[in-house]
């Protein structure tokens, strides 16, 4: 007889419920290895943005102070310069840059 789906689960007379349970009896470790097994460390997410650009703030601004009035500024590509990377890392910088009055006079937005 040719060992397929069906054969096993209706031919041998086990029910569909059954044969999942044996499958997850066979796959998943028990509560007692699960104790021993080492705890993960989840400390992987690394710090904030904010933390970040408070580190290399007078760097930032810096750099931004030499560039030309009225200048358009792509934010993101700032970002990435910096080392910046989240998806949403220009918005963040051009938040941390407007943040300071004289920046925020000096610049339009890149349309």
Same mark, same amino acid.
């Given at each position: 007889?040719?060992?397929?789906?069906?054969?096993?689960?209706?031919?041998?007379?086990?029910?569909?419920?059954?044969?999942?349970?044996?499958?997850?009896?066979?796959?998943?470790?028990?509560?007692?290895?699960?104790?021993? $097994?080492?705890?993960?460390?989840?400390?992987?997410? !690394? *710090?904030?943005?904010?933390?970040?650009?408070?580190?290399?703030?007078? #760097? %930032?601004?810096?750099?931004?102070?030499?560039?030309?009035?009225?200048?358009?500024?792509?934010?993101?590509?700032?970002? $990435?310069?910096?080392?910046?990377?989240?998806?949403? !890392? *220009?918005?963040?910088?051009?938040?941390?840059?407007?943040?300071?009055? #004289? %920046?925020?006079?000096?610049?339009?937005?890149?349309?």
């Amino acid at each position: 007889m040719q060992d397929s789906c069906i054969t096993r689960h209706y031919g041998l007379g086990i029910k569909k419920t059954g044969k999942m349970n044996e499958g997850y009896a066979r796959c998943l470790e028990s509560i007692e290895t699960a104790k021993s $097994r080492p705890k993960i460390n989840k400390s992987h997410t !690394g *710090g904030s943005p904010l933390q970040f650009l408070d580190q290399r703030k007078e #760097e %930032i601004i810096n750099h931004l102070k030499t560039l030309a009035n009225g200048s358009k500024i792509n934010w993101s590509q700032l970002a $990435r310069d910096f080392g910046l990377t989240q998806k949403n !890392g *220009g918005q963040i910088m051009e938040k941390f840059a407007m943040a300071d009055n #004289e %920046i925020s006079k000096k610049f339009f937005y890149k349309q």
